[in-house]
């Protein structure tokens, strides 16, 4: 199955970037039992990489689980921490889905919403390579950084 | 049980403003199955409003089910169209709740956080009068609006 195979090789560069880090972090804070105890990094994130072929044999219809919707919550959770640690103000995020898994993903910093996405087919969630997944989430941090910084006032700088 | 006595009067006042029209036509709306088509506005509001004794039977810890949760959706539902009525831009509703009935409600004007609250004890969501109700969705209502004033920009104006 594609949640066991490992799409991540141990010396990728990209584990050693602050999002990858923060991502580890966010995933083990979700893993209220410990389980992921003493994994290594590229084992905790190695369910958020499908490669295409992988994908392909997930059914296009399906009902998101408990893991999937933690691997959720934790990309944007870790996005929400980085926008945080970047400008300084408390950045929430909000995920409001539908048991079939469309639905929509907040962050909202004071009175701004910072990153509105709608989700969809949430049970496949999952990026290509690492490397795509960290692009995703600097492309959703660094139009959260300009929405703050062309309304810093609703932000509450 | 405190959902089937009805604590609403046919002839209630409050039944003929704006926001309790609105918030049958939500409740209609959420209605899949038509079982409320041809009932009067007092029956469908009913169970908002739980007076301090009927409320007091509930217990205080429960699960929210999918019929509270289609009320507590119509309260805010009803609330947006309001806002989106009175200045003219779309608001968006976005409820994220966990099993116990513990969330967040927020409602969106553009890029504007315009209501934003904590969602505690879902299950008991209710009233004391209707009076009490469309009191707390004016409120609600008028800050929203006054965020709105306030960050014309964001919100899209």
Redesign the interface.
């Known amino acids: 199955m594609a949640e066991i195979s490992l799409n991540i090789t141990p010396d990728d560069p990209v584990l050693g970037t602050d999002f990858a880090i923060e991502m580890v972090r966010q995933m083990r804070a979700l893993d209220a039992y410990g389980s992921s105890d003493g994994w290594p990094a590229a084992r905790i994130l190695a369910p958020f990489v499908i490669t295409k072929e992988q994908k392909r044999q997930i059914p296009i219809v399906g009902d998101p689980d408990e893991v999937v919707l933690s691997r959720v919550n934790a990309f944007y959770n870790a996005i929400a921490a980085m926008i945080e640690r970047e400008c300084g103000l408390m950045a929430v995020p909000?995920?409001?889905l539908t048991h079939e898994g469309f639905g929509?993903a907040?962050i909202?910093v004071?009175?701004?919403?910072?990153m509105?996405k709608t989700l969809r087919d949430v049970h496949r969630f999952s990026f290509p390579t690492l490397s795509k997944l960290k692009d995703e989430a600097d492309k959703i941090l660094s139009v959260a950084l300009e929405?703050v910084g062309e309304?810093p006032?609703?932000a509450g700088l």
């Not at 004071?110 to 910072?114: A, F, I, P």
């Open positions: 909000t995920i409001n929509r907040l909202t004071g009175k701004l919403v910072v509105d929405i309304y006032r609703a």
